[in-house]
């Protein structure tokens, strides 16, 4: 597990420090700045910029990754101070990673505030109201001329279900386009060989914990999908055995009952292997 904070000496004077020869290293270090009852334990993305009674707060999901932990939006002005934990315990049981907690900076330095609109050439500033007006007026166009299939959406994979929903609603049934997708270019995951479609998780990521054996093909959620890898620890510690099968270590890999290193690109072979393996098991 990471290197966390410990009590040092004992009664009165016992202070919170780090362990010695370790420094405090660990991927969920915000959730002690959130969690220290008296101020003491600061962040510096946020420390001495706000006061909490200038913030204006809205409840929000990260969308840092597939997990999608409830956050809440803090906000001074029009700047986005910092991200706190909302607790939804189906989701992310009260955490935060630090990747998503101070992942947001993009948001108050790249965030599009004006509409540009190519007039002559030239890209010229725009207000949202001739912006979505332009949009509507050239999709109109295209569809009265070629048909609404002649028009596709390719949403950002940095949304929030929600808004894939929307935005796969607006494609389907207000445009009337099934063309439809959210991602361009290489799938890392492993694929269904019949559907081609990518496997995904078929369980509540709360089921996560109660699971006895849990088998992570071509996946790193240390990595990539932080919270449940706390979910996946919080199982091993109720018993659960961690099977690896991945082409690149893991920080899993030192806790696995068994690790399988197979080729880059592999994962699709090694399943249909392992689905096999198991069918072939379970026939009389
Ligand atoms: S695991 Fe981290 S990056 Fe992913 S949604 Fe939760 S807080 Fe955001």
Same mark, same amino acid.
């Given at each position: 597990?990471?290197?966390?904070?410990?009590?040092?000496?004992?009664g009165y004077k016992m202070e919170v420090g780090t362990a010695p020869d370790h420094a405090f290293d660990s991927i969920f270090s915000g959730n002690t700045v959130e969690m220290c009852p008296v101020g003491a334990l600061t962040a510096t993305a946020y420390r001495f910029k706000a006061r909490p009674w200038e913030l204006?707060?809205?409840p929000s999901v990260c969308n840092n990754c597939s997990v999608g932990?409830? *956050?809440?939006?803090?906000?001074?002005?029009?700047?986005?101070?910092?991200?706190?934990?909302?607790?939804?315990d189906e989701v992310d049981d009260g955490w935060l990673c630090d990747r998503g907690r101070w992942g947001f900076d993009f948001v108050n330095s790249q965030r599009?505030? =004006?509409?540009?609109?190519?007039? /002559?050439?030239?890209?010229?500033? @725009? =207000?949202?109201?001739?912006?979505?007006?332009?949009?509507?007026?050239?999709?109109?166009?295209?569809?009265?001329?070629?048909?609404?299939? @002649? *028009?596709?959406?390719?949403?950002?994979?940095?949304?929030?279900n929600e808004e894939a929903y929307l935005f796969q609603k607006l494609l389907r049934e207000v445009i009337g386009t099934p063309n439809v997708d959210h991602h361009h270019g290489y799938f890392p995951g492993p694929r269904d060989p019949l559907?081609?479609?990518?496997?995904?998780? =078929? /369980?509540?990521? @709360?089921?996560?914990?109660?699971?006895?054996?849990? *088998?992570?093909?071509? @996946?790193?959620?240390y990595e990539r999908q932080p919270i449940l890898d706390l979910r996946i620890k919080k199982a091993m510690r109720s018993g659960a055995r961690i099977?690896? *099968?991945n082409a690149r270590e893991t920080e899993l890999d030192r806790f696995a009952a068994q690790k399988i290193t197979i080729p880059q690109h592999g994962a699709g072979a090694a399943v249909k292997v392992l689905l096999d393996s198991v069918v072939g098991q379970e026939k009389p």
């Open positions: 597990m990471d290197n966390g904070l410990v009590m040092i000496s004992r204006k707060r809205t932990c409830n *956050v809440r939006v803090d906000v001074r002005v029009d700047k986005v101070m910092r991200l706190m934990s909302r607790t939804n599009l505030r =004006t509409p540009l609109i190519r007039r /002559n050439g030239q890209l010229v500033a @725009a =207000t949202w109201d001739e912006a979505f007006y332009m949009i509507a007026a050239r999709l109109r166009d295209i569809i009265s001329k070629h048909g609404a299939r @002649a *028009v596709g959406g390719i949403g950002s994979t940095r949304t929030t559907t081609g479609k990518p496997w995904m998780m =078929t /369980n509540s990521i @709360a089921e996560i914990e109660k699971a006895s054996h849990i *088998v992570l093909i071509a @996946a790193d959620p099977y690896i *099968v």
